[in-house]
């Protein structure tokens, strides 16, 4: 590899970096993209421009074959031809990253380095620089950067660092910018979190992203004028205080004086991103901060306060789980929350079941007002249990596109349709039978006389005298009454 390189590079011009078209000048000249790898570019510029002399490339020549061998055993084993030819590759590209970067492709300049250093000291260098990449953090949040990691100490930085050696300078470059900015997103947040005394530690800890530290720092130095990581109590009181200011003038810049200079830049960016696309919704009146900064996606994650008031934060939960098992009862089977969702959607007092009466006075209601299909939705992001948010909220949408048009279609006017979707989905139970009338106590009736009748009964009737009746004499017959004529 070595050789090949040296020999070659004797007869090689000068400039074969970039050259131009022969017989062009001027404007005119275009310009030739060289695609060999940069460590070979130097080596051919040096022994051409004779910056490397022939001591200085045998040596290099002595040394090719050492490094090889090094590096084919640090990734695999070099005993295996085709370890060692990807060897060639790393300890080229390794070398030529190293030049390049540190030249910004200067070729007299890497030639010169070539001559002054030895090969194998060149090609750690380049190593170096890659393992000093992979070990910055690749994420600006706490929970997934871990940048105190030297390399060496996780099991990816070794697989990470055989991709990286065949990389190009560009994509280096590239990822050395990305992993800088989060590593500077990174300090900038434990510089405001240290102003509330809370530690790295403790924002690892919090699972929290840097740039959510860095807006809600600004955001309180904004309302207050002072730098500070607060409690959620505190956080909703900086909001109400924000609005307060808002409404009686201008905003102050929420970029606190005593900011390191080297923060300046990301903060005051962080800063107009707010202004456009925060500001105006943390500013309106009518949305609590609970609903904005705990409900909203596109909020959460978005700030954070500490958990200095944990009583508080469970306070809320243990009322808000409180709320939710009043109100279904204990029932969590389908038919009941569907019951449960629907009357809150009918704005009628929530019930966990209903007779059938109610069901059709309920369709009634939703056919003369309509209903709110969202409330459901909030009042399952309010008071369910966070782990059962997305079961419940697919459960109400779908039950809500499947009978929309049965509960308000008119021309079921006997609300047949209405009352089977209800019954198919929700918990419709039979009126509870009346109680019979309790029968009253008896009568105590007084001394010497008999007990009344029972309630009810008639009091048995005395026995009814038959009058006694005389005989009706029989009529007269016509003999008699010729015989008393004559």
């Not at 369709?363 to 209903?371: A, D, M, S, T």
Request: hydrophobic share 40%; with cysteine.
């Amino acid at each position: 590899m070595a050789r090949s390189s040296a020999d070659a590079a004797s007869a090689a011009p000068s400039g074969d970096a970039a050259g131009a078209v022969p017989g062009a000048s001027g404007a005119a000249a275009v310009a030739v993209y060289d695609r060999r790898p940069f460590f070979e570019r130097a080596l051919r510029h040096g022994a051409a421009m004779r910056i490397l002399d022939a001591e200085r490339l045998d040596a290099i020549r002595r040394d090719a074959p050492k490094g090889l061998v090094q590096i084919a055993r640090f990734f695999g084993t070099e005993f295996l031809r085709p370890e060692l030819e990807r060897a060639r590759e790393r300890m080229v590209n390794l070398i030529g990253l190293h030049l390049e970067d540190a030249t910004g492709g200067d070729l007299d300049r890497a030639a010169q380095l070539l001559r002054d250093h030895s090969l194998l000291s060149r090609s750690k260098q380049g190593s170096d620089m890659l393992k000093a990449l992979i070990a910055m953090p690749d994420s600006s949040h706490f929970g997934l950067a871990d940048d105190d990691a030297a390399f060496g100490e996780r099991d990816d930085h070794l697989p990470q660092l055989a991709r990286w050696s065949l990389r190009n300078i560009d994509d280096y470059r590239a990822e050395r910018d990305r992993r800088q900015a989060a590593r500077d997103r990174i300090d900038a947040a434990c510089w405001f979190a240290a102003r509330s005394d809370v530690s790295r530690d403790d924002l690892r800890e919090a699972q929290v992203d840097a740039e959510a530290v860095i807006r809600t720092g600004l955001l309180a130095h904004a309302a207050s004028g002072r730098v500070q990581l607060p409690s959620w109590s505190r956080f909703a009181a900086l909001v109400a205080q924000l609005r307060r200011r808002a409404a009686a003038g201008p905003l102050a810049s929420g970029l606190p004086a005593e900011l390191p200079p080297r923060f300046a830049p990301l903060a005051r960016d962080l800063w107009a991103a707010m202004e456009r696309d925060d500001l105006p919704r943390i500013l309106d009146a009518a949305v609590t901060p609970k609903k904005l900064f705990t409900q909203t996606v596109s909020f959460l994650g978005r700030y954070h306060w500490a958990d200095g008031d944990a009583g508080e934060i469970g306070d809320f939960d243990r009322a808000v789980s409180d709320q939710w098992a009043r109100l279904t009862q204990g029932h969590t089977d389908d038919s009941s929350l569907l019951t449960l969702f629907l009357c809150i959607a009918a704005g009628v007092p929530p019930r966990t079941a209903l007779t059938e009466s109610a069901a059709a006075s309920l369709v009634r209601r939703l056919r003369k007002h309509g209903y709110d299909a969202e409330k459901p939705s909030d009042f399952i992001r309010e008071f369910a249990p966070h782990e059962h948010h997305n079961d419940y909220q697919r459960l109400w949408k779908q039950f809500a596109d499947d009978t929309r048009r049965d509960l308000l279609d008119e021309r079921d006017t006997k609300l047949f349709e209405a009352l089977s979707a209800l019954r198919l989905h929700c918990n419709l139970v039979a009126a509870p039978e009346k109680p019979a009338r309790k029968a009253a106590p008896p009568a105590v009736a007084p001394a010497g006389e008999p007990p009344p009748a029972p309630a009810g009964k008639t009091s048995p009737k005395a026995p009814r005298k038959t009058p006694r009746t005389t005989a009706a004499k029989p009529a007269p017959t016509t003999a008699a009454r010729r015989a008393a004529s004559s």
